[in-house]
């Protein structure tokens, strides 16, 4: 994800296309077989020969995403074609960005490739009224250069939703949000129909712990949480996603007291925006990996309808909560209901683990490499109740590049994306199906025996070390408010 962000330089973003979807009459495919929905959720620019096709289409991947590990190429039938629509140069990153605005420095000059690899949406967006259910897929993309950059990163990758930090997660303080970069944003969202209020799910800051007991800090933490609120509200998004704390040495019910109050004076100190509790992977002394967490805090909320919880695949996942059979997910999901309660789940981050199940290793993996694995992501797809929900991957995108050097591969995005959509309504018992979750099986195979035998490796240690002391009784004493709980080390969309 970004590693710097909060720059409001404002790049005065020069996007002239429109957004089309480019769609196919083919039949008979096996696993992409998608249907219009009765319901126009959002509806996307098409071009006049689409019209025809409104049912019975499928989006196609239109680019350069042959080379991806993890395209779909089975599943979704992904065609590389290039015919998507022309598009300015534009800002991807914090360090394109940087050089964009540094006029004074002599730039490289671009190969006529390089331009048109920049230019052109690495997919384009799928229309959801093409779709069984109307899941809104997207990613957690870069506003760096200013929040605006947003928007055209997500139509960058075919996203239906995003999120994005709305100024840098890593410190405290912040430039305020330029009114340039927010009149732009409301823009741009408007013009490319995303429903800011409903598909953009920002993240909030990882320094921000609202469990905190020092008062001193509790304030700095308050401090940087309402900021963010308040952008949220200027920005005409009405989500934000945030990770509801660590109880360090303090006892759990009185961490979570602690959340609530500040929840409560920050939902007083704003109008309308809903705080989103995201579960977690960790155990010990981090707040919300259970849904019983997640419900003792909202139960201490004075306004409920200000509050949400975001369920993160990976971190349900390793908290111990499965999504990989038919019978589990519906399981993980009935126990969601009846002790937190549907209403409240607000969104999802779709993301596979590189770690065991119940490990609580919070390590995202690309969809399908993981423990987690496809069919997983198959129950999610078709899962009606999370319709009109955001959905943001937060999978891993940094490849090696030629020279050794790590580059972001935004293409993994874009499959991804085309990979779920393709996964709604599709046969999991069918041959494509499962030569495809072979196939990512297989990608990730060398990495989850990696993880799997560091899991392993541990739980001997601690069976060791229990068996030494001869006291199994007896927990290892927290470090501290600020200690690294396996999440903060790991990292939660830290990329
Ligand atoms: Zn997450
Ligand atoms: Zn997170």
Known sequence: ???????????????????????????????VKVEA????????EEPSPAKSLRKKVKAEIASESESLDTAPKALADIKTKQKAPKRKAKTEDGDED?????????????????????????????????????????????????????????????????????????????????????????AMCLEHKYDAAKHVLPHGSYLVNLAQADPE???????????????????????????????????????????AAQLNKAHKATKNVVTVLENMAGSGNVIGSTWEDLRDIIALIDDKSRVGVCIDTCHSFAAGYDLRSPEAFKQTMDSFASIVGMPYLKALHLNDSKAPFASNRDLHANIGTGFLGLRAFHNVMNFAPFQHLPMVLETP????????????DKGVWATEIKLLEGLIGADAESEAFKKEEQRLLDLG???????????????????????????????????????????????????
């Open 37 to 44: 929905a009765a319901e126009v959720v959002t509806k996307v």
């Open 217 to 259: 800090k509790a304030e700095q933490a308050y401090t940087c949480f309402l900021d963010d609120l308040q952008r949220c509200e200027e920005l005409g998004i009405k989500l934000y996603n945030f990770h509801p704390g660590s109880a360090g040495a303090h006892p759990r019910p009185e961490a979570i007291a602690r959340i």
């Open 1 to 31: 994800m970004p590693r710097r962000s909060g720059r409001n330089t404002d790049t005065q973003v020069t996007e002239t296309n429109s957004t089309e979807a480019v769609v196919s009459p083919k039949k008979g495919r096996v696993l």
């Open 445 to 495: 195979a060398e990495e989850r025996k990696k993880f799997q035998g560091q899991v392993d490796k541990k739980k001997q240690k601690t069976l060791d070390s229990m068996l030494k002391k001869a006291s199994p009784k007896k927990k290892k004493a927290p470090k501290g408010e600020d200690a690294e709980d396996s999440d903060a080390s790991e990292g939660c969309c830290s990329h």
């Open 98 to 186: 940087e050089d964009a605005h540094d006029k004074k420095t002599p730039k490289k000059r671009k190969t006529k490739g390089e331009k048109e690899a920049e230019a052109m949406p690495l997919a384009v967006r799928t229309v959801i009224a093409t779709l069984k259910h109307a899941m809104h897929i997207g990613a957690h993309v870069s506003g760096a250069g200013g929040v605006h950059n947003s928007v055209n990163n997500a139509l960058h990758v075919g996203g239906n939703a995003f999120a994005v930090f709305l100024k840098s997660q890593r410190k405290w303080s912040s430039p305020p949000l330029a009114a340039e970069a927010r009149d732009q944003f409301k």
């Open 397 to 408: 995108i940094d490849k090696k590049g030629p020279d050794g050097k790590t580059v972001e």
